[in-house]
């Protein structure tokens, strides 16, 4: 099961007592300034939570797996995310 941007914003709702268009709102906003940063290349770290960090993958040499033809995979940025130690802790039920 996956949590969803409109779950996010109806959990905004019921424990902020914000409206929901007012919740969906402040979702879209800080979602909008996260992909703001990533796309300019800027680490985003969230206390308590984790890290969104741009990396660059160089190009590198593939193949083809149908027709096993050679081809040259270009370069491209990746997004990583590396949840902090609170995180990892509350995930694993406290125990390391």
Known sequence: MSLTKAELA???HAHLGLHKSQATELLEE???I??????????VKIAGFGKFEVKQKNAR???NPQTGESL???GRRIVTFKPSAILRD???????
């Open 34 to 43: 996260i992909k703001a940063s990533l796309e300019s290349g800027e680490d």
């Open 90 to 96: 509350k995930i694993n039920g406290g125990r390391q």
């Open 61 to 63: 040499k593939g193949r």
């Open 72 to 74: 040259t995979i270009d």
């Open 10 to 12: 109806q959990t905004l």
């Open 30 to 32: 800080t979602m909008a």
